[in-house]
């Protein structure tokens, strides 16, 4: 069987808490949502936590909620998913990028100390694929000049920082549950904070936004029941399998590109697409939290032994495998030379996987910075790929993957 690249972790009990939702016509409200919003926060460890649409309306709020003057500068990476800086910028503020640390991926303090001038307001601390930032020295360099810390930790949750949870350090903290993430909602977000007057003006915005319509939910549910099916080995091995393997041989990327949002889509980011989980989200929510644990777990375990197979080869680049934190590996990145002929190769022998979903944002056409440089990230970008690492592998599978790479390192003189 072909192993696929992603899958979407979802059981009888999240498929019998939608129907039962649906058949009890509690699709958009109920009591579930503040119940999962209590649950959420206690396991962050924070004393409020609001349900919302999407992890992008999490930080459109957040920000929102701070009062910026317009052209404030917000510290971002500049190695993450694009829609960071953009919705900074579509709030009327000014990205400042930084480079990647080389172990982590992360924002590098050092560097984050080089950009802050008297317009720097706050700094949006980003937990690449489960790795935590260096909270210490990032809440120091925000203490000391008055910012205010976001972490972003929309693919970090349940990840830790010497025994704390990520979300639970910073002013503000926002999650996402797209079905790519460590939990799902079929989308949604939540926003985190243990400050009373900062919660107190994201409730008064999120009670001023639209409701989730009826399209979008069952989109989100069709998306995620078509994807689960589709990610299944016996159904992609017989169907999507085949059509990967087509295109790389006709050296296309378009199954890729399939999957991929259309930038300039970003642009029409407003208050308008803020809404409030609806209750059918939030009954998933609760399911998905009581086991995110085991699901952590596993991706950690599936990651230990991934990087113990790759750590002796030459010229492999991992994030550093750090005693102080807790990784959850949302996803497991590994740098190669020759990318497109790797990632065909492991094609062939079974082993679904692709380039790296994050982008040297800077460089984009939304920012046009001239002139930039940042050649960690520019690395990250150039290099990296995303190999196979969800829950719902079983340790035979992942050992099978470690044999399948090492194979085609081999043939690639990189062992």
């Not at 079905?179 to 985190?192: D, I």
């Amino acid at each position: 069987m072909a192993i696929p690249r992603q899958s979407v972790n979802l059981t009888s009990k999240e498929f019998k808490a939608i129907c039962k939702s649906i058949l009890s016509r509690n699709i958009f409200s109920g009591a579930e949502v503040e119940d999962f919003e209590i649950q959420f926060a206690k396991y962050i460890g924070v004393k409020h936590a609001l349900a919302l649409s999407s992890g992008r309306a999490a930080q459109y709020l957040a920000l929102k909620s701070l009062n910026l003057d317009a052209q404030s500068e917000i510290i971002v990476p500049a190695y993450t998913f694009y829609i960071v800086p953009v919705i900074v910028k579509l709030l009327g503020l000014k990205p400042i990028f930084v480079d990647a640390q080389p172990d982590t991926y992360n924002l590098d303090p050092n560097e984050i100390v080089k950009k802050i001038t008297s317009k720097t307001k706050c700094i949006i601390a980003t937990h690449i694929a489960g790795q935590p930032c260096n909270l210490d020295k990032i809440i120091q360099i925000a203490q000391e000049n008055n910012l205010y810390v976001i972490e972003d930790c929309a693919e970090a949750c349940g990840s830790e920082y010497r025994g704390k949870k990520v979300g639970s350090f910073g002013d503000i903290s926002y999650f996402s549950f797209h079905v790519s993430k460590n939990m799902t909602c079929l989308g949604g977000g939540m926003l985190a904070t243990n400050n009373d007057e900062i919660f107190k003006k994201i409730q008064k915005l999120a009670n001023e936004c639209n409701t989730v319509s009826r399209k979008s939910i069952l989109k989100n549910l069709i998306y995620a029941f078509v994807l689960y099916l589709f990610t299944r080995p016996f159904i992609f091995t017989f169907s999507a399998y085949p059509v990967i393997i087509l295109s790389h041989l006709f050296n296309s990327d378009w199954v890729d590109r399939m999957f991929k949002e259309d930038l300039s889509l970003s642009q029409k980011i407003s208050a308008k697409y803020v809404a409030k989980m609806v209750n059918l989200q939030a009954v998933v929510g609760i399911e998905q939290l009581h086991r995110l644990e085991e699901m952590n777990s596993q991706r950690i375990r599936n990651a230990m032994i991934l990087h113990d197979t790759l750590k002796d080869c030459k010229n492999i680049g991992m994030q550093e495998v750090l005693p102080w934190v807790k990784n959850t590996y949302l996803y497991f990145y590994a740098q190669v030379p020759n990318r497109k002929k790797i990632l065909k190769k492991l094609a062939f022998c079974g082993v679904d996987s692709k380039e790296d979903g994050l982008f040297i944002c800077p460089g984009l056409d939304t920012f046009k910075e001239t002139g930039h440089n940042y050649p960690v990230a520019e690395q990250l970008v150039s290099s990296n790929i995303e190999l196979p690492n969800f829950p719902s592998l079983k340790e035979k599978h992942i050992h099978r993957i470690a044999r399948k790479i090492r194979k085609v390192l081999e043939e690639f003189n990189l062992l």
